[in-house]
């Protein structure tokens, strides 16, 4: 399991620097240990950290495998910690399998998220060209019956459908189809990241449908490098608004500056790109919150 005190990672100690403040701020998207690759803090440091900073919640995300059982016991050891978790639905799981979103939906989970590395869309792009992955459309262009399934459960337990790394052909069809079944929460997934490079004018398309568009703090490049994604992220967010925003982290990588400082340093960026305390609170509190329930 990947600790927060190994040679190179930052304290999770508050940083009065930072001039940030986390009480209430929910973040829909960490990366923690333990994983199967190496990750910058663990789900109990997370739920202490969390706890200590009186944040509103946090999820934790893993690709492979579903987090509510962690989330669980790691409420369990940090009594009051607001931890949540998901289901990534990628072929680890079984691709889109409504009954592996059903468990985790009575194990507790909150969010499910449509396939990432395993989705065709991804896996165009980060293997040979002959690679496969799970897609959402059939050979007609709609909502496949399987995503059409998971849809239904998704709507039947209330839960938070976040995109993946679809295409942006994909969610533009899957969006609006998983309002049509019911489902009420729906999180496009870091849409500037090269993985999905979704226009802003689809992604003021899908806002004004009723989706919200999430901005993480980084992403890697093509050779594995991780750079910050701020100047990005406050284009898209003047360019498709503040009320359609979710800021989250994507933090848990070695690379990246430790949870929860790096969520500090992309707030105090915000308001140093000009935008008003109101306009991040809209975008780190009140909109997730709403999304995640809490």
Not at 62 to 74: E, K, M, S
Request: net charge negative; charged share 20%.
């Amino acid at each position: 399991m990947a600790r927060n005190d190994e040679p190179g990672h930052k304290p999770t100690e508050w940083r009065e620097d930072l001039h940030m403040n986390l009480q209430g701020v929910v973040d829909l998207h960490l990366h923690s240990a333990p994983d199967v690759r190496p990750r910058s803090i663990d789900d109990l440091t997370a739920a202490r950290a969390a706890l200590e900073h009186g944040m509103g919640g946090v999820v934790i995300k893993n690709h492979l495998a579903p987090t509510a059982d962690r989330a669980a016991v790691a409420r369990l050891a940090v009594p009051g910690a607001p931890v949540y978790g998901g289901i990534v639905l990628n072929p680890s799981v079984g691709g889109l399998n409504p009954d592996a979103v059903d468990a985790c939906a009575r194990a507790g989970g909150r969010v499910v998220w449509l396939p990432t590395f395993g989705a065709a869309h991804h896996v165009r792009q980060d293997t040979h060209p002959g690679a496969t992955g799970v897609g959402l459309l059939d050979a007609r262009g709609r909502a496949s019956r399987d995503l059409q399934a998971v849809f239904e459960v998704v709507a039947a337990h209330g839960l938070l459908l976040a995109t993946g790394h679809a295409s942006p052909a994909e969610t533009l069809v899957a969006v609006p189809e998983a309002f049509a079944r019911g489902v009420r929460r729906v999180l496009v997934t870091h849409p500037e990241n090269r993985m999905v490079a979704m226009s802003h004018d689809d992604q003021a398309m899908l806002a004004s449908q009723g989706a919200f568009l999430e901005r993480v703090y980084a992403q890697p490049g093509p050779d594995g490098h991780w750079a910050p994604n701020f100047a990005v992220n406050a284009d898209a967010i003047r360019a498709v608004g503040v009320a359609s925003t979710v800021i989250a982290s994507d933090l848990g990588q070695p690379e990246n500056p430790v949870w929860p400082d790096g969520l500090c340093q992309y707030l105090a960026w915000l308001r140093t790109a000009g935008f008003t305390d109101s306009e991040i609170d809209t975008m780190c509190r009140t909109n997730p919150a709403n999304l995640l329930g809490v």
